[in-house]
Protein backbone atom coordinates (compact mmCIF):
# COMPACT_ATOMS: atom_id res chain seq x y z
CA UNK A 1 0.00 0.00 0.00
CA UNK A 2 2.68 2.37 0.93
CA UNK A 3 4.52 2.08 -2.24
CA UNK A 4 1.03 2.03 -4.96
CA UNK A 5 0.44 5.15 -2.77
CA UNK A 6 3.81 6.90 -3.37
CA UNK A 7 3.76 5.62 -7.01
CA UNK A 8 0.17 7.33 -7.43
CA UNK A 9 -0.76 9.71 -5.12
CA UNK A 10 1.69 12.90 -5.19
CA UNK A 11 1.35 12.81 -9.09
CA UNK A 12 -2.44 12.78 -9.16
CA UNK A 13 -2.80 15.09 -6.12
CA UNK A 14 -0.37 17.63 -8.06
CA UNK A 15 -2.21 17.14 -11.31
CA UNK A 16 -5.60 17.76 -9.27
CA UNK A 17 -4.11 21.32 -7.59
CA UNK A 18 -2.55 22.47 -11.27
CA UNK A 19 -6.16 21.91 -12.34
CA UNK A 20 -7.76 23.30 -9.18
CA UNK A 21 -6.04 26.32 -10.06
CA UNK A 22 -5.87 26.68 -13.24
CA UNK A 23 -10.03 26.43 -12.81
CA UNK A 24 -9.91 29.17 -10.24
CA UNK A 25 -7.83 31.49 -12.71
CA UNK A 26 -10.53 31.10 -15.78
CA UNK A 27 -7.58 29.13 -17.59
CA UNK A 28 -9.72 26.71 -18.13
CA UNK A 29 -13.47 26.44 -18.24
CA UNK A 30 -14.56 25.87 -14.71
CA UNK A 31 -18.67 24.69 -14.76
CA UNK A 32 -21.22 23.98 -11.97
CA UNK A 33 -20.63 21.18 -9.45
CA UNK A 34 -16.87 21.61 -10.59
CA UNK A 35 -15.90 21.58 -6.58
CA UNK A 36 -17.86 18.22 -6.03
CA UNK A 37 -15.84 16.49 -8.75
CA UNK A 38 -12.30 17.57 -7.40
CA UNK A 39 -13.33 15.92 -3.83
CA UNK A 40 -14.74 12.94 -5.68
CA UNK A 41 -11.34 12.45 -7.79
CA UNK A 42 -9.31 13.18 -4.98
CA UNK A 43 -10.90 9.96 -2.82
CA UNK A 44 -10.77 8.33 -6.56
CA UNK A 45 -14.44 7.73 -6.98
CA UNK A 46 -14.57 9.71 -10.87
CA UNK A 47 -16.09 6.58 -11.99
CA UNK A 48 -18.98 6.76 -10.02
CA UNK A 49 -19.97 9.77 -11.58
CA UNK A 50 -22.40 9.99 -14.66
CA UNK A 51 -20.95 13.03 -15.90
CA UNK A 52 -17.75 13.98 -15.70
CA UNK A 53 -15.86 17.40 -16.89
CA UNK A 54 -12.79 17.60 -18.95
CA UNK A 55 -10.19 18.46 -16.77
CA UNK A 56 -10.67 15.71 -14.74
CA UNK A 57 -13.05 13.09 -16.22
CA UNK A 58 -10.44 10.68 -17.81
CA UNK A 59 -9.61 10.23 -13.71
CA UNK A 60 -12.47 7.49 -13.75
CA UNK A 61 -9.62 4.36 -15.19
CA UNK A 62 -7.24 5.85 -12.33
CA UNK A 63 -10.12 5.56 -9.85
CA UNK A 64 -11.08 1.70 -10.48
CA UNK A 65 -7.52 0.79 -10.23
CA UNK A 66 -7.51 2.45 -6.68
CA UNK A 67 -10.71 0.36 -6.23
CA UNK A 68 -9.14 -2.40 -7.36
CA UNK A 69 -5.64 -2.26 -4.83
CA UNK A 70 -7.80 -1.51 -1.75
CA UNK A 71 -10.32 -4.53 -2.57
CA UNK A 72 -7.94 -7.26 -3.86
CA UNK A 73 -5.36 -7.67 -0.62
CA UNK A 74 -8.99 -7.92 1.73
CA UNK A 75 -10.73 -10.22 -0.26
CA UNK A 76 -7.89 -12.62 -0.47
CA UNK A 77 -7.15 -12.10 3.32
CA UNK A 78 -11.04 -12.59 4.07
CA UNK A 79 -11.57 -15.02 1.67
CA UNK A 80 -8.98 -17.04 0.60
CA UNK A 81 -7.00 -17.75 -2.43
CA UNK A 82 -9.33 -19.95 -3.89
CA UNK A 83 -12.34 -18.38 -3.46
CA UNK A 84 -11.03 -14.69 -4.62
CA UNK A 85 -9.69 -16.37 -8.14
CA UNK A 86 -13.28 -17.77 -8.75
CA UNK A 87 -14.65 -14.06 -7.58
CA UNK A 88 -11.97 -12.88 -10.25
CA UNK A 89 -13.07 -15.42 -12.94
CA UNK A 90 -16.76 -14.47 -12.55
CA UNK A 91 -15.93 -11.01 -13.10
CA UNK A 92 -13.69 -11.17 -15.54
CA UNK A 93 -16.33 -13.81 -17.87
CA UNK A 94 -19.45 -11.97 -16.91
CA UNK A 95 -19.10 -8.26 -16.80
CA UNK A 96 -18.98 -7.34 -20.22
CA UNK A 97 -21.74 -9.74 -21.30
CA UNK A 98 -23.73 -8.08 -18.42
CA UNK A 99 -23.10 -4.23 -20.12
CA UNK A 100 -23.84 -5.92 -23.65
CA UNK A 101 -27.25 -6.95 -21.88
CA UNK A 102 -28.22 -3.65 -20.38
CA UNK A 103 -27.33 -2.10 -23.46
CA UNK A 104 -29.63 -4.55 -25.45
CA UNK A 105 -32.44 -3.84 -23.05
CA UNK A 106 -32.05 -0.36 -23.53
CA UNK A 107 -30.89 0.63 -20.06
CA UNK A 108 -30.63 4.23 -18.89
CA UNK A 109 -27.97 2.31 -16.35
CA UNK A 110 -25.45 1.35 -19.44
CA UNK A 111 -23.70 4.67 -19.74
CA UNK A 112 -22.80 4.80 -15.78
CA UNK A 113 -21.88 1.50 -15.57
CA UNK A 114 -19.46 0.75 -18.04
CA UNK A 115 -17.61 3.02 -15.62
CA UNK A 116 -18.50 1.26 -12.61
CA UNK A 117 -16.06 -1.03 -10.82
CA UNK A 118 -17.67 -4.36 -11.22
CA UNK A 119 -18.26 -3.71 -14.77
CA UNK A 120 -15.26 -1.90 -15.89
CA UNK A 121 -12.59 -3.95 -13.80
CA UNK A 122 -12.59 -7.53 -16.03
CA UNK A 123 -9.10 -6.92 -17.60
CA UNK A 124 -7.82 -6.41 -13.86
CA UNK A 125 -9.31 -9.42 -13.06
CA UNK A 126 -8.78 -11.61 -15.88
CA UNK A 127 -4.83 -10.67 -14.88
CA UNK A 128 -5.67 -12.27 -11.33
CA UNK A 129 -6.35 -15.08 -13.00
CA UNK A 130 -3.74 -15.36 -14.99
CA UNK A 131 -1.27 -14.45 -11.92
CA UNK A 132 -2.72 -17.65 -10.39
CA UNK A 133 -2.69 -19.73 -13.09
CA UNK A 134 0.45 -18.53 -14.98
CA UNK A 135 2.82 -20.72 -12.46
CA UNK A 136 0.63 -23.98 -12.46
CA UNK A 137 0.94 -23.99 -16.32
CA UNK A 138 4.75 -23.49 -16.27
CA UNK A 139 5.11 -25.89 -13.44
CA UNK A 140 2.76 -28.40 -15.15
CA UNK A 141 4.67 -28.33 -18.50
CA UNK A 142 1.55 -26.98 -20.59
CA UNK A 143 3.08 -23.50 -21.35
CA UNK A 144 5.86 -25.13 -23.81
CA UNK A 145 2.45 -26.57 -25.12
CA UNK A 146 2.37 -25.89 -29.26
CA UNK A 147 -0.33 -23.21 -28.56
CA UNK A 148 1.76 -20.73 -26.94
CA UNK A 149 4.98 -21.59 -28.92
CA UNK A 150 3.34 -21.87 -32.69
CA UNK A 151 3.92 -19.06 -34.83
CA UNK A 152 -0.07 -18.21 -35.59
CA UNK A 153 0.23 -17.43 -31.67
CA UNK A 154 2.06 -14.23 -32.70
CA UNK A 155 -1.00 -12.93 -34.66
CA UNK A 156 -3.32 -12.99 -31.25
CA UNK A 157 -1.47 -9.48 -30.09
CA UNK A 158 -2.79 -8.14 -33.53
CA UNK A 159 -6.41 -9.27 -33.48
CA UNK A 160 -6.13 -7.73 -30.11
CA UNK A 161 -5.62 -4.48 -31.30
CA UNK A 162 -7.56 -4.39 -34.09
CA UNK A 163 -10.82 -5.82 -32.50
CA UNK A 164 -10.51 -2.48 -30.65
CA UNK A 165 -12.61 -1.06 -33.82
CA UNK A 166 -15.15 -2.57 -33.16
CA UNK A 167 -15.69 -1.13 -29.32
CA UNK A 168 -18.14 1.27 -30.94
CA UNK A 169 -20.77 -1.35 -31.22
CA UNK A 170 -21.40 -1.99 -27.96
CA UNK A 171 -23.07 -5.31 -27.93
CA UNK A 172 -20.95 -7.21 -30.53
CA UNK A 173 -17.77 -5.80 -28.32
CA UNK A 174 -19.07 -6.14 -24.77
CA UNK A 175 -21.04 -9.54 -25.66
CA UNK A 176 -18.05 -11.04 -27.62
CA UNK A 177 -14.91 -9.30 -28.37
CA UNK A 178 -13.97 -7.58 -24.72
CA UNK A 179 -13.87 -10.92 -22.61
CA UNK A 180 -12.03 -12.31 -26.09
CA UNK A 181 -9.80 -9.28 -25.70
CA UNK A 182 -9.18 -9.71 -22.13
CA UNK A 183 -7.94 -13.57 -23.18
CA UNK A 184 -5.50 -12.75 -26.06
CA UNK A 185 -4.03 -10.05 -23.41
CA UNK A 186 -3.23 -12.89 -21.00
CA UNK A 187 -1.99 -14.85 -24.15
CA UNK A 188 0.85 -12.74 -24.70
CA UNK A 189 1.59 -11.91 -21.61
CA UNK A 190 2.10 -15.74 -20.39
CA UNK A 191 3.83 -16.33 -23.70
CA UNK A 192 6.50 -13.56 -23.82
CA UNK A 193 7.64 -13.46 -20.22
CA UNK A 194 7.52 -17.68 -20.38
CA UNK A 195 9.34 -17.29 -23.44
CA UNK A 196 11.73 -13.87 -23.03
CA UNK A 197 14.29 -14.87 -26.25
CA UNK A 198 11.42 -15.40 -28.64
CA UNK A 199 12.08 -12.62 -31.60
CA UNK A 200 8.86 -10.95 -30.45
CA UNK A 201 9.27 -11.25 -26.64
CA UNK A 202 12.83 -9.24 -27.42
CA UNK A 203 10.86 -6.64 -29.64
CA UNK A 204 8.68 -5.91 -27.10
CA UNK A 205 11.04 -5.44 -24.67
CA UNK A 206 13.20 -3.46 -27.03
CA UNK A 207 14.53 0.00 -25.28
CA UNK A 208 12.21 1.57 -28.71
CA UNK A 209 9.10 -0.21 -27.54
CA UNK A 210 9.82 0.93 -23.64
CA UNK A 211 10.20 4.46 -24.29
Known amino acids: YVRRALRILPASYVFLA ?3 LAGVAGLITWG ?11 VYGTNMLAHGTWPFGHLWSLAIEEQFYLLWPFMLVWLGTAASMRAALDVAVLSAPLLAALQAAGSSWF ?8 FAADAIAAGCVLAAVLPWL ?6 GHRVFTSGAGHLIPLLVIAADVLRHHPRLYYGLIDPLQNAGICYALARYTSFPDDAVARALNGAPMRA
Open 138 to 143: RRTGWI
Open 111 to 118: GTAVRLFP
Open 32 to 42: PGQVREVLVAA
Open 18 to 20: CMT
